[in-house]
């Protein structure tokens, strides 16, 4: 498969506990997105990368919230002491350069914060 | 602030029947449209994707039309099939650094048989 991966695909946590998701994007592809959804709402822009570089993060990624990629490959989404609002379905997409690109989706690790 | 708006919230439809999907938006400066399918627990999967010109796109028994003047856009499904049965998010891009997405709330169609 040379889609999007994500792993895990479900993650069940207890409050105050870290956890840590990857994602595995097209191989070709240098730009990298996460997103966080909620049960029937469109996904919500948390951060962008450029190759290795963490271009923008949204206001949403609070603190305890960070994100890596180390080599401009996969990149790891970091959540610290997990909190109730932080259960979501986290989404990764990757896509190639130019104006008209087409964005592909991961499969989304869903978070469930007891 | 940029904004996407979807209508209606929610929809059922009969298997066979055509129905369509809204989309408001507000995002400037426009760069392009795009209508992705979203099935329960998985990721969302492109169906169109639409520049300023393009007033009109089909993918299959998908068919979306963009009027950039009024900033609208619907997606009308043809001959709906039991496999329709998902949320359809409406998409729109900017110019800006990153070309960033905004995302609707999504419609979520289920269709009966």
């Known amino acids: 498969d040379t889609g999007v991966s994500q792993d895990p695909r479900h993650k069940i946590t207890k409050r105050g506990q870290n956890v840590t998701f990857r994602c595995d994007p097209i191989?070709?592809?240098?730009?990298l997105y996460w997103y966080r959804q909620t049960l029937g709402q469109g996904p919500e822009f948390l951060t962008y990368?450029?190759?290795?570089?963490?271009?923008?993060k949204s206001r949403l990624l609070s603190d305890r919230f960070s994100a890596e990629r180390p080599k401009g490959s996969f990149s790891t989404l970091e959540i610290q002491r997990t909190e109730q609002g932080d259960s979501a379905m986290y989404l990764c997409?990757?896509?190639?350069?130019?104006?008209?690109?087409?964005?592909?989706f991961g499969p989304g690790t869903r978070l469930t914060v007891t | 602030k940029n904004q996407v708006e979807q209508s209606p919230q929610s929809l059922i439809i009969l298997e066979g029947k055509n129905c369509t999907l809204q989309?408001?938006?507000?995002?400037?400066?426009?760069?392009?449209l795009r209508w992705y399918k979203q099935d329960t627990g998985r990721g969302p999967v492109s169906l169109t994707i639409?520049?300023?010109?393009?007033n009109t796109k089909s993918n299959g028994r998908y068919t979306a039309t963009l009027d950039a003047d009024t900033k609208q856009s619907s997606l009308h499904i043809t001959a709906s099939q039991l496999s329709d049965s998902a949320s359809y998010i409406c998409?729109?891009?900017?110019?800006?650094?990153?070309?960033?997405?905004?995302f609707g709330g999504g419609t979520r169609v289920l269709v009966k048989p």
């Open positions: 997409a990757s896509r190639d350069d130019g104006e008209l690109y087409e964005q592909y």
């Open positions: 191989s070709e592809h240098n730009r």
């Open positions: 990368f450029q190759n290795e570089a963490q271009l923008e």
């Open positions: 989309c408001n938006y507000t995002v400037s400066p426009f760069s392009n």
């Open positions: 639409m520049t300023f010109s393009e």
């Open positions: 998409v729109v891009g900017a110019k800006a650094a990153g070309n960033k997405l905004t």
